[in-house]
């Protein structure tokens, strides 16, 4: 029931900056409760965090004491104790035991968790997906999730609109969204490079690219390839420049732009089945002779754990989406006129969809 502390507690790490602050020392370096202190009151000074335009202007210590011990006893951070003070080498690691020490003493670094949280020069950073998931927006329609039982939309009953309209209306929001949908990409760019596919493909068409991240990736790569980045227009408005990537605004309902083959990574799994095949049908009509479509989604399996997740968070955010079994993949991609279906595990439970007619 309490399993919400740790996600928020990350969230409150990030908002305040604390991975970023420990990063700054340099790989492998950590810091003691008064210099990350000291960091903050200088970062709350030059730029405040998110909440904090009410109390005290300067950082309570013991409040952040209870925060690091926290994340220590948790894995967040690493924690340890300077056995000799003339000697810089002679540490001993603390661990979960924070709490029982002499917090002057006490030095505080990253871990493998916390790495994936420092948001500057970080690729494969993991901070905005956490945001996202932890905002008042995302968590307000966890709480209608039982509506879903009737046939209500959690995410339409919380807030009057779809989690589309949502985002295309609240700006902020929306940079949110796309700045998770680009670090999205770091989970599935090592599975990625598994498909020898790539090297044969001059055109690629990413639907539902955001702001072009994975193409990005893709196209430094394969040298040979041009990437065309294909998302609603409010999103590519945001996009910046790529080379070799070129940024189109649309509607996937109506069109897809041509291409050798078609991206699609997890886009299919936020829409019911009609609407997947009307997709699935224009990527048919867009592709050269001999093209393929390639779907990037997880495929569910009985003792899939991180599938059915997602497929609570997919009844809670989308009217719509869901995660699909093999077999449900099959027959949807049938139902959109293709005769080809191959199956290619890149990580465990994701799965690249090889189609072609």
Same mark, same amino acid.
């Given at each position: 029931?309490? $399993?919400?502390?740790?996600?928020?507690?990350?969230?409150?790490?990030? =908002?305040? $900056?604390? +991975?970023?602050?420990?990063?700054?020392?340099?790989?492998?370096?950590?810091?003691?409760? /008064?210099?990350?202190?000291?960091?903050?009151?200088?970062?709350?000074?030059?730029?405040?965090?998110?909440?904090?335009?009410?109390?005290?202007?300067?950082?309570?210590?013991?409040?952040?004491?209870? =925060?690091?011990?926290?994340?220590?006893?948790?894995?967040?951070?690493?924690?340890?104790?300077?056995?000799?003070?003339?000697?810089?080498?002679?540490?001993?690691?603390?661990?979960?035991?924070?709490?029982?020490?002499?917090?002057?003493?006490? /030095?505080?670094?990253?871990?493998?968790?916390?790495?994936?949280?420092?948001?500057?020069?970080? +690729?494969?950073?993991?901070?905005?997906?956490?945001?996202?998931?932890?905002?008042?927006?995302?968590?307000?329609?966890?709480?209608?999730?039982?509506?879903?039982?009737?046939?209500?939309?959690?995410?339409?009953?919380?807030?009057?609109?779809?989690?589309?309209?949502?985002?295309?209306?609240? +700006?902020?929001?929306?940079?949110?969204?796309?700045?998770?949908?680009?670090?999205?990409?770091?989970?599935?760019?090592?599975?990625?490079?598994?498909?020898?596919?790539?090297?044969?493909?001059?055109?690629?068409?990413?639907?539902?690219?955001?702001?072009?991240?994975?193409?990005?990736?893709?196209?430094?790569?394969?040298?040979?390839?041009?990437?065309?980045?294909?998302?609603?227009?409010?999103?590519?408005?945001?996009?910046?420049?790529?080379?070799?990537?070129?940024?189109?605004?649309?509607?996937?309902?109506?069109?897809? +732009?041509?291409?050798?083959?078609?991206?699609?990574?997890?886009?299919?799994?936020?829409?019911?089945?009609?609407?997947?095949?009307?997709?699935?049908?224009?990527?048919?009509?867009? =592709?050269?002779?001999?093209?393929?479509?390639?779907?990037?989604? =997880?495929?569910?399996?009985?003792?899939?754990?991180?599938? /059915?997740?997602?497929?609570?968070?997919?009844?809670? /955010?989308?009217?719509? $989406?869901?995660?699909?079994?093999?077999?449900?993949?099959?027959?949807?991609?049938?139902?959109? $006129?293709?005769?080809?279906?191959?199956?290619?595990?890149?990580?465990?439970?994701?799965?690249?969809?090889?189609?072609?007619?």
């Amino acid at each position: 029931m309490f $399993g919400f502390v740790t996600p928020f507690v990350m969230r409150s790490a990030v =908002l305040l $900056g604390l +991975p970023d602050i420990i990063a700054r020392a340099g790989p492998g370096k950590s810091l003691t409760l /008064q210099q990350i202190a000291a960091a903050l009151n200088t970062t709350r000074s030059n730029n405040n965090v998110d909440g904090s335009g009410a109390g005290s202007t300067s950082v309570n210590k013991s409040n952040l004491q209870r =925060l690091l011990n926290y994340m220590v006893a948790s894995g967040i951070l690493s924690c340890s104790k300077k056995v000799q003070d003339d000697d810089p080498q002679s540490e001993l690691v603390i661990g979960a035991a924070a709490a029982d020490h002499d917090s002057d003493h006490l /030095q505080y670094g990253l871990t493998a968790v916390s790495n994936l949280l420092v948001t500057k020069n970080n +690729p494969s950073t993991q901070a905005p997906m956490l945001l996202l998931q932890t905002s008042a927006a995302a968590q307000a329609s966890w709480a209608h999730l039982h509506c879903s039982v009737f046939g209500e939309h959690p995410w339409r009953t919380a807030h009057g609109k779809n989690v589309w309209e949502y985002s295309r209306d609240n +700006p902020e929001f929306n940079r949110t969204v796309n700045a998770a949908m680009a670090t999205s990409v770091a989970m599935v760019s090592c599975g990625l490079h598994k498909y020898e596919g790539f090297k044969h493909i001059k055109t690629l068409v990413d639907v539902g690219g955001g702001v072009g991240k994975a193409l990005e990736i893709l196209v430094s790569s394969y040298p040979q390839m041009h990437g065309i980045n294909f998302d609603q227009p409010h999103v590519v408005a945001g996009a910046p420049n790529i080379p070799g990537v070129e940024h189109v605004g649309g509607n996937m309902f109506e069109s897809i +732009p041509s291409g050798d083959a078609i991206f699609i990574k997890f886009i299919l799994h936020n829409w019911g089945d009609d609407d997947c095949i009307k997709v699935l049908k224009n990527c048919k009509k867009a =592709l050269h002779e001999n093209g393929k479509v390639l779907i990037y989604e =997880l495929v569910m399996h009985p003792n899939g754990r991180w599938a /059915q997740m997602m497929d609570m968070t997919m009844l809670t /955010q989308f009217e719509s $989406g869901m995660e699909r079994t093999e077999q449900q993949w099959r027959t949807l991609i049938a139902a959109a $006129g293709f005769s080809s279906i191959n199956f290619i595990e890149l990580n465990p439970e994701h799965w690249l969809i090889e189609v072609s007619n």
